[in-house]
Structures are given as C-alpha cells and as structure tokens.
C-alpha cells in the first residue's frame, strides 16, 4: 500500500497525463448498463473484445493509473462480473472488464469520463464504485463503502514454471490491431492466455492485424511469423520472441549439449537419417549406437527440443501383420494315340522283319537259315527273293507304350498280311498347394521358402592358360612355353533356389486398410533335353494391392493351355475319306498349366 500511495503522489506531483480516479457501474434506463470511468483531463481510448472468458478491454491513451488497487473481484452487477485495472504502459492507463456474455456496446468521450453503455442482462441492481483515490480520500480507500466489492491483493513477481499449453487446450481469441507497437501486441497475447512472453531487444515496428475467433498460440505464430518474427517455447513455460535473424546469430554462439535418444521400437540407425535435417548447419552431429540402440544427438538447445518431438513421433509401436497365402498349381496332361501298321509279306519271295522282330528265315521253311552272330535277334533284314512284293504300313511310327495291341494276319496265296492296331489313352494330373503364413512388423519386409536348393554346374569360357611344359623367362624358351600352353576350364558350382517362395511388405493405412507389396513364386527344376544341364518351369506373380484387414484376395491367376496333334502315315491313302484312318496314325495330346495365388493379411491386435 505504500509504494501505491507514493507511486499516486509522485505522479500528481509529476503531472504526468490525466489520472483515473474511479470506475463506477450502475442502471441505466431501456434495460441497459453505464460503466463510467472518471479521467481529470483529455485523453484517446481504444477499445476491443476477446472471448474466453468474455471481456471488453479499454486503453486510455495520456492517462496515468490513480486508483486505489487494481484488480475488482465480485463485481457481479449489470452483467459485469469483475473489473481490473493497471498501467499497461508510461501513458496508458487499460481497463478490463470481464462480462457474462459479449453484447452490443457503445464507448463515448465525455468530460472527465469515459461512458460505456451496454445492454443489461440481469436488471435493476445497485450500483458498484471503486472510489475516489484522491489524496483526500485515503482513509476512505483502506475502508471503503459496504456495497465496494472486496479488492484482491496487488500483484507479485513470482518465477512458477507453466508448461506451454497444447493445441487442444488453447483459448480462442478475437482482436484487432491497428498500426499498434509490437510490444503492446504482446502484452495483450501474455494478459490473454496468462503467459510470460519476453520481447529480444530487436523486436521493434508497428502491427496492424485481425482475428477472429481463432486458437491464441496460432493467432500469435501466424501475427508474428507475417512480420519476421518468431516465438520460441521455452521449457520453463516463457515465450520468446526475436526476429529471424537474432536466432541465425544466437545458433551460431550457444553453447551445445549432448543428449542420448532411447529408441524403443524402431532402429537407431534408421531415425538418424530423419534426424540430420533438423541439426545446425558445421555444429550439429547425430550418430548412432548400435549396442544400446540410442542416438546421440550433439547441438544447441532448441535443436533437442526438436529432435525430442520429432523422437516422440517416429519411434512409435507399429502393428504387426500376420500373413496367409494359398498357392495352387495343378498340371494335367492328356494324351491320346491311335495307329495301324501294316507288314505284307511274301513267304517265298521278299519280305522285311521291321515289324515282327526276329531272325532271318529267307526260304520260308519256318527254320532260321543264318545264325544268331551273323544276324543278330530283332536285327532289321531285307530278304530279295524272286518276283515278288513286301511292303510296310506306318512301321516306324508306332504308338510308344501302348495300351492296347490288336494283331491280325491274313493270308492270300504266298503273301501274309500281319496289321497291328495300337491305341494309347494317358491322363496325368499334377495338384501342388502349399499354404506358407508369417508375421511381420508394418513396413518390414517377410520372405518365406519352402522348397530346394539345387546346385548348378558352369563352366567359365574365359579359362585360364596353364604352361604344358618349362621353358626359359625370355628368348625361345619363352615362346616355346607360350606355344605348349594349354586352356583349361573353370568350373564353378551356383545354388540356385527353387520351391514356393513368398515375400511380402505391409503397410497399414489409418482406416485399417493393408497396402501389400508381394511376389510369389513357385519354380521347379527340369533336366534339359540337351547338354545345358537343368531348365527350370517358373511360375510367378508380383503384385501391389489394397486390401481390408481380414479379407482375402487374388492376386494371381495363370492358366496355360497346349494343345497338339500329331498325323502321319501312307501318303494319299492316309487323306482319304472314310478309309483314311486306317492309314495313318494320330497322336492328340494337352496341357493345362493352372496357377491361383490367394493371400490373407490380417492385423494383428493386441489385447
């Protein structure tokens, strides 16, 4: 109370602008409010409202603050809840008063008061003063009337830590600047959200702004960021603020701090990559160790903020995937041959064993005429005897294997006709399915192999030259040694993987969605009709798809089909019609290759 009372007559004694001496609140007529604030002298006011809670703030421009205390707590009249006042600055003198609702209002200079009219929600009421703060008045000011609301203690500088608050929590304001100092600017973001902010000594200029109902935290950002300024949180909950290029001259002198980043779900090696974008340019340094799975962060203190939330954000719990697939592959073949053979002879004449395997009998006395070691059992003979005719039918394409072999011989005279009816009817049917599952971490990579490793055999065709015999270092020793080389192939051995192979890569969205990266395959290897050695059938898929959690899909379905058919036989009789099939023979065959891959991602839940 003392230094009030000095503070009152030294600016009287001063002279220094026109003093508040009262603010007073009673009914008025038409169901409205009167909020007079008594001011000895000419002074500007300035005007504006903000929300949460709801207030009407006035700054009175040349006037010095003489009123007894500042803050007015249970007002509570005329749908004014509370008022408080102080010197906001050398000249000006601001008046808050908090309301119950925001309303029309209408602010008018008076003589030696300011007059404000608003619209009375509660009725009549008595009225409220804070009382005369003249030098005359002092005893009345430590008494007061009975109907004066209850004054809180004046305002002390305490050092209490605020954590900043979130994007949830902030209040929402509405304000408008015109060509106002910065300052000031701040001063009524600080007495809006009840924050420290601390203005750096290169904050300076005039701001003419806007906004209308919007978060504080984002109004302040986007109020100061359009002016070249910044606004930093400290970790003591103050706000600080500097224009661009004080903080670019501040990272490059303070001092730097080391810190060690637990990583819990992801690598550390992964999250330094992320990391290096955010460190100060020839100081920063992020490192990586492997052993306790940390980054080591070395850089300015508003860098390890940053690398903290960004820590915060990155090294998160990601879902796990637990994938099923079905590959089906099914190989049939189907072969079907028909053929007859015919074999005309001529006991007494010529005749051909093609047909019939077996020794010799040239004179057709039913005896062998030449040994087995001259002509040997099943050898093919030609026997010329006299006038006489010997024919074969399709003799050299007979149905391989057959099922079914019908013989008939007929004689007429000296000629036998043996034929022979030969079918074949095969169906093979191959089904191979295999049913691989695995779990994996979102955005990891799973492969699974069942299957074989087989081995390869190749030969380098750069082979290496080896001396066949020694020789002298130079003259003709030397060339006869280059001479008598010999090349010598390398052979190597390569594995080469086969069986049903599936890898996949997982990513699940926000709407429980699974984007899938596969590639199934299913190879079996095949000797080669040549020298190459193995060829191998290859069935594969690689596909990206969006899937919902749980549900199944197609990723791949081949289906392959050969068809051939094969005739030959006696030249134009073969071609006949009718009659032509029994002059030739026909071999029909097909395959049917048939691969399904179907695969089933689900998410894993936890408990």
């Given at each position: 109370m003392t230094?009030?009372?000095?503070?009152l007559?030294?600016?009287?004694a001063?002279?220094?602008?026109?003093?508040v001496?009262?603010?007073?609140?009673?009914?008025?007529?038409?169901?409205?409010?009167?909020?007079?604030?008594?001011?000895?002298?000419?002074?500007?006011?300035?005007?504006?409202?903000m929300?949460?809670p709801?207030?009407?703030?006035?700054?009175?421009?040349?006037?010095?603050?003489?009123?007894?205390?500042?803050?007015?707590a249970?007002?509570?009249r005329?749908?004014?809840?509370?008022?408080?006042?102080s010197?906001?600055?050398?000249?000006?003198?601001?008046?808050?008063?908090?309301?119950e609702?925001?309303?029309?209002?209408?602010?008018?200079?008076e003589?030696?008061?300011?007059r404000?009219v608003?619209?009375?929600?509660?009725?009549?009421?008595?009225?409220?003063?804070?009382?005369?703060?003249?030098p005359a008045?002092?005893?009345?000011?430590a008494?007061?009337?009975?109907?004066?609301?209850?004054?809180?203690?004046?305002?002390?500088?305490?050092?209490?830590?605020?954590?900043?608050?979130?994007?949830?929590?902030?209040?929402?304001?509405?304000?408008e600047?015109?060509?106002?100092p910065?300052?000031?600017?701040?001063?009524?973001?600080?007495?809006?959200?009840?924050?420290?902010?601390?203005a750096?000594?290169?904050?300076?200029?005039?701001?003419s702004?806007?906004?209308?109902?919007?978060?504080?935290?984002?109004?302040?950002?986007?109020?100061?960021s359009?002016n070249g300024?910044?606004?930093t949180?400290l970790?003591?909950?103050i706000?600080?603020?500097?224009?661009i290029?004080s903080?670019?001259?501040q990272?490059?002198?303070?001092?730097?701090r080391?810190r060690?980043?637990?990583?819990?779900?992801?690598?550390?090696?992964?999250?330094v990559?992320?990391?290096?974008?955010?460190?100060?340019?020839?100081?920063?340094?992020?490192?990586?160790?492997i052993?306790?799975n940390?980054?080591v962060?070395?850089?300015?203190?508003?860098?390890?903020?940053?690398?903290e939330?960004?820590m915060?954000?990155?090294?998160?719990r990601?879902?796990?995937?637990?994938?099923?697939a079905?590959i089906v592959?099914?190989?049939?073949?189907?072969?079907?041959?028909l053929?007859?053979?015919?074999?005309?002879k001529?006991?007494?004449?010529?005749?051909?064993?093609q047909?019939?395997?077996g020794?010799?009998?040239?004179?057709?006395?039913?005896?062998?005429?030449l040994?087995?070691?001259v002509?040997?059992?099943?050898?093919?003979?030609?026997?010329?005897?006299?006038?006489s005719?010997a024919?074969?039918?399709?003799?050299?394409?007979?149905?391989p294997?057959?099922?079914?072999?019908?013989?008939?011989s007929?004689?007429?005279?000296?000629h036998?006709?043996?034929?022979?009816?030969?079918?074949l009817?095969?169906v093979?049917l191959?089904?191979?399915?295999?049913?691989p599952?695995?779990?994996?971490?979102?955005?990891r990579?799973?492969?699974?192999?069942?299957?074989?490793?087989t081995?390869?055999?190749?030969?380098?065709a750069?082979?290496?030259?080896q001396?066949?015999?020694?020789?002298?270092?130079?003259?003709?020793?030397?060339?006869?040694?280059?001479?008598?080389a010999?090349?010598?192939?390398?052979?190597?051995?390569?594995?080469?993987?086969t069986?049903?192979?599936?890898?996949a890569?997982p990513?699940v969205?926000?709407d429980d969605?699974?984007?899938?990266?596969?590639?199934?395959?299913?190879?079996?290897?095949?000797?080669?009709?040549?020298?190459?050695?193995?060829?191998?059938?290859?069935?594969?898929a690689?596909?990206?798809v969006?899937?919902r959690?749980?549900e199944?899909?197609?990723?791949?379905?081949?289906?392959?089909?050969?068809?051939?058919?094969?005739?030959?036989?006696?030249?134009?009789?073969?071609?006949?019609?009718?009659?032509?099939?029994?002059?030739?023979?026909?071999?029909?065959?097909?395959?049917q290759r048939d691969?399904?891959?179907?695969?089933?991602?689900?998410?894993?839940?936890?408990?």
């Amino acid at each position: 109370m003392t230094s009030t009372l000095l503070a009152l007559w030294s600016s009287v004694a001063l002279g220094l602008g026109g003093p508040v001496t009262e603010v007073s609140i009673r009914s008025a007529p038409s169901a409205t409010t009167e909020i007079l604030i008594a001011v000895d002298g000419e002074v500007e006011f300035r005007e504006f409202t903000m929300e949460g809670p709801s207030r009407l703030i006035l700054d009175l421009f040349g006037a010095r603050h003489h009123l007894p205390v500042d803050n007015y707590a249970g007002v509570n009249r005329g749908g004014v809840r509370s008022v408080r006042t102080s010197q906001y600055s050398d000249d000006v003198v601001r008046v808050v008063l908090e309301l119950e609702s925001l309303s029309p209002y209408e602010v008018v200079s008076e003589p030696g008061r300011i007059r404000v009219v608003m619209q009375n929600p509660t009725g009549e009421f008595e009225p409220w003063t804070s009382g005369h703060a003249a030098p005359a008045d002092l005893a009345e000011v430590a008494s007061g009337p009975a109907d004066r609301a209850a004054p809180l203690p004046a305002p002390t500088t305490t050092m209490t830590a605020q954590a900043p608050a979130t994007q949830q929590e902030a209040r929402r304001i509405s304000v408008e600047f015109n060509e106002m100092p910065i300052r000031e600017v701040l001063f009524t973001f600080s007495d809006f959200s009840g924050r420290s902010i601390v203005a750096g000594s290169s904050v300076e200029g005039n701001i003419s702004a806007k906004v209308d109902n919007a978060p504080w935290p984002e109004a302040l950002d986007v109020i100061l960021s359009t002016n070249g300024f910044v606004a930093t949180d400290l970790p003591n909950g103050i706000i600080r603020v500097d224009d661009i290029t004080s903080i670019s001259e501040q990272s490059d002198v303070e001092p730097l701090r080391t810190r060690a980043y637990r990583v819990n779900y992801a690598t550390a090696e992964d999250l330094v990559d992320a990391i290096e974008g955010l460190l100060t340019p020839e100081r920063g340094q992020a490192r990586a160790s492997i052993s306790t799975n940390s980054v080591v962060v070395t850089d300015i203190e508003a860098v390890q903020r940053e690398v903290e939330e960004l820590m915060a954000q990155l090294d998160v719990r990601t879902p796990q995937v637990q994938i099923q697939a079905k590959i089906v592959f099914v190989n049939r073949t189907d072969i079907n041959d028909l053929g007859i053979v015919y074999d005309l002879k001529d006991s007494g004449g010529n005749q051909l064993n093609q047909v019939s395997p077996g020794a010799a009998d040239l004179d057709g006395n039913g005896s062998i005429d030449l040994p087995d070691e001259v002509v040997p059992q099943g050898a093919n003979v030609v026997s010329l005897g006299g006038n006489s005719v010997a024919a074969l039918g399709n003799a050299t394409n007979r149905v391989p294997s057959a099922t079914l072999t019908l013989l008939s011989s007929l004689i007429v005279g000296r000629h036998t006709l043996v034929s022979f009816i030969e079918a074949l009817e095969s169906v093979n049917l191959s089904d191979v399915q295999a049913e691989p599952s695995v779990t994996v971490r979102d955005n990891r990579e799973a492969r699974i192999q069942v299957g074989e490793l087989t081995p390869l055999r190749v030969l380098d065709a750069q082979a290496n030259t080896q001396g066949a015999g020694g020789g002298g270092a130079g003259g003709a020793g030397g060339q006869g040694a280059q001479q008598g080389a010999a090349v010598i192939p390398q052979a190597t051995v390569q594995i080469q993987e086969t069986g049903i192979i599936l890898t996949a890569t997982p990513h699940v969205t926000d709407d429980d969605h699974i984007l899938l990266e596969l590639n199934a395959e299913r190879s079996a290897p095949q000797l080669a009709d040549s020298d190459v050695g193995f060829i191998f059938n290859t069935q594969n898929a690689q596909s990206e798809v969006l899937v919902r959690d749980g549900e199944t899909v197609v990723i791949g379905g081949l289906t392959v089909t050969e068809r051939e058919e094969v005739r030959s036989g006696i030249p134009f009789l073969m071609n006949l019609p009718l009659v032509g099939g029994l002059f030739r023979t026909t071999r029909e065959s097909q395959i049917q290759r048939d691969l399904i891959i179907l695969v089933t991602p689900t998410i894993v839940r936890e408990n």
